[in-house]
């Protein structure tokens, strides 16, 4: 199986490795706790930081717990939204709207609590505008909206708008670029979109909860250009996520820091569109353009469309220079990639995520396999038939000319250097024990949660992930890079397979753009503007950062729990020019 990272395939190594037919064994599809193929402790703990439950445990990791930790807690308090108030109270989130703003326009944007139903359970989830997903933004290409956000939550909360080349005071980071938004206060944001692409807002207070929660929504900027894209039949939007939720209902949050920082929150329930099964209803030869954007806080898909041909065409930022055939497309946390399917049969096609899942206790391998949704093909035959258009692969003779004037840079030495690690200190000494041990053998994607139990006990205060400058040994908020507008800096990452558990990372520059020249030394022969670029463990990928918007900004893991554990440091573009 093949698997499409941007422009790069992702071989069998990233996604099946180490995988032994005599070992595999298949875990029931789209289970959760309390329902077939979820096992579920229901163990309550008590400790000095309150009750607290196990998290679940998926089918093909059922068995005792890693020895010595039965009875041990993360060292946090549980929080869950809306302490005190009954969800029957609170209005129940709806579907998304698709809301169109002309250049000038006004919206409003308001963080609510919101009653979810899920699997049988009833509960209080966050929302904007009451609607979960958030509302879907239709904008054109170089328009600028204002933004009034009211904070309605129970907490502090921000709006960041992911990828977009936007002012500095807009950029939503509460301690850089505004204050946090207190409960019942408000911001307004000025939000300009120069490139057309497919883009995303969420909170930057406290992701690892919020996000999770339902505040996150897409935003489709559309090109002036009516040939940007090629013809389709239709265009579907589609905004991945997981929730994890156990017997008793959601389960429960770090209060005063995250749990679950090693691997991140991976949810038991995925969702599209905030709904467990997607569904899509089209005739017989219909291209559909899927725009896709996973919201989730650790989780890599690996998605496929039940063997339609797939064509892959833009990423976060711009369109690839050509267009190409993939099997399958892999989308890191808050990476975008713009796809086209062709469904030339009548029948049913299963929108699947497959990937092959480990269980770190055992060392073994299990191919999991999700089913997000399904598309239906009826025989009524579509017309107009676009399915030559489909077929065509378009070279983007636009994008290959702006980036040309790069390719000079593409050569020359690197300006900076980023390597990630962790630094893990306090946690009980049978998980240091462990890790020490599982850390002989690395995936180079964490596809799954292979040790809920134990990733669910490491917290902020014992979890610290790191960014560090090898060339100062500054990390995190200590690094402060700067650069004069119109730069053009070539960045290393190295992602060091000798941290005491290593992970792979989806790092993103805010306000800015790069090109991914290579990795691991491979050049990429097929470029597109990113902002997000997942990082493999033990990979080294070199970026072309277009620093050409004035502004401190943030760069960091978009692994919710990595970032809120430290993972982000700072650079300046100054407003003096480089160059023309």
């Known amino acids: 199986m093949l698997a499409t990272l941007g422009a790069v395939v992702l071989s069998d190594r990233a996604v099946a490795q180490g995988s032994k037919p005599d070992s595999l064994r298949t875990r029931p599809p789209d289970s959760m706790a309390g329902m077939p193929g979820m096992s579920e402790s229901g163990m309550a703990m008590v400790g000095g930081s309150g009750a607290l439950r196990m998290p679940p445990m998926p089918a093909y990791m059922q068995g005792p717990?890693?020895?010595?930790?039965?009875?041990?807690?993360?060292?946090?308090?549980?929080?869950?939204?809306?302490?005190?108030?009954?969800?029957?109270?609170?209005?129940?989130?709806?579907?998304?709207?698709?809301?169109?703003?002309?250049?000038?326009?006004?919206?409003?944007?308001?963080?609510?609590?919101v009653r979810r139903t899920l699997g049988g359970h009833t509960f209080v989830m966050y929302a904007y505008n009451g609607q979960y997903p958030g509302p879907l933004l239709r904008v054109e290409q170089n328009a600028t909206v204002m933004v009034r956000f009211e904070n309605q939550l129970d907490m502090p909360s921000s709006v960041h708008w992911h990828g977009v080349r936007l002012d500095t005071g807009s950029d939503g980071v509460p301690g850089m670029t505004q204050e946090a938004v207190p409960a019942g206060g408000t911001f307004l944001y000025r939000v300009h979109f120069p490139d057309a692409g497919i883009y995303w807002y969420h909170p930057h207070v406290r992701e690892d909860i919020q996000q999770n929660l339902g505040l996150f929504g897409n935003i489709l900027v559309a090109s002036p250009d009516p040939a940007y894209y090629s013809p389709v039949t239709r265009e579907e939007v589609l905004l991945l996520d997981d929730v994890l939720i156990d017997r008793a209902g959601l389960f429960p949050f770090g209060g005063e820091a995250p749990d679950f920082t090693i691997m991140g929150r991976f949810g038991n329930v995925l969702l599209v569109n905030g709904e467990p099964e997607y569904h899509l209803t089209v005739p017989r030869?219909?291209?559909?353009?899927?725009?896709?954007?996973?919201?989730?806080?650790?989780?890599?898909?690996?998605?496929?469309?039940?063997?339609?041909?797939?064509?892959?065409?833009?990423?976060?930022?711009?369109?690839?220079?050509?267009?190409?055939?993939?099997?399958?497309?892999?989308?890191?946390?808050?990476?975008?990639?713009?796809?086209?399917?062709?469904?030339?049969s009548s029948g049913t096609y299963a929108l699947t995520n497959q990937v092959q899942a480990i269980n770190h206790v055992t060392g073994e391998f299990y191919p999991e396999v999700d089913t997000l949704g399904r598309i239906t093909v009826s025989a009524t035959r579509a017309a107009p038939d676009y399915g030559g258009a489909f077929r065509t692969l378009r070279r983007n003779a636009a994008i290959s000319a702006e980036i040309e004037r790069y390719r000079p840079y593409f050569d020359r030495p690197v300006d900076h250097e980023l390597d990630l690690t962790v630094n893990i200190q306090g946690l009980p000494i049978p998980l240091v024990t462990f890790m020490t041990t599982d850390t002989m053998y690395f995936p180079p994607v964490e596809w799954n949660d292979g040790m809920p139990d134990m990733n669910w006990v490491a917290t902020g205060k014992e979890t610290r992930w790191i960014m560090r400058d090898p060339a100062t040994g500054k990390e995190n908020m200590d690094i402060a890079w700067r650069f004069k507008r119109h730069d053009v800096v070539k960045l290393r990452l190295f992602n060091d397979p000798q941290a005491m558990h290593p992970m792979s990372h989806p790092i993103h520059f805010h306000g800015q753009r790069f090109l991914v020249l290579d990795r691991d030394g491979v050049p990429n022969e097929n470029l597109a503007w990113k902002d997000t670029v997942l990082l493999p463990v033990g990979s080294t990928v070199d970026i072309l950062l277009d620093a050409s918007n004035p502004g401190t900004w943030m760069a960091h893991c978009h692994i919710s729990e990595h970032l809120e554990s430290g993972m982000h440091m700072t650079f300046v573009v100054d407003s003096a020019s480089a160059g023309p």
Request: aromatic residues 8%; charged residues 25%.
């Open 285 to 344: 030869g219909a291209v559909v353009r899927f725009f896709l954007t996973d919201a989730s806080n650790s989780r890599t898909y690996n998605l496929s469309f039940g063997g339609a041909p797939l064509k892959l065409v833009a990423s976060d930022a711009s369109r690839f220079e050509r267009e190409e055939m993939v099997r399958s497309v892999v989308l890191a946390p808050a990476e975008r990639y713009v796809v086209e399917a062709l469904f030339d």
């Open 65 to 113: 717990m890693l020895r010595g930790m039965e009875k041990v807690p993360p060292n946090v308090t549980a929080f869950l939204p809306g302490e005190g108030v009954d969800p029957m109270t609170l209005p129940v989130a709806i579907a998304r709207r698709v809301i169109t703003l002309a250049d000038g326009d006004t919206f409003d944007l308001r963080a609510t609590l």
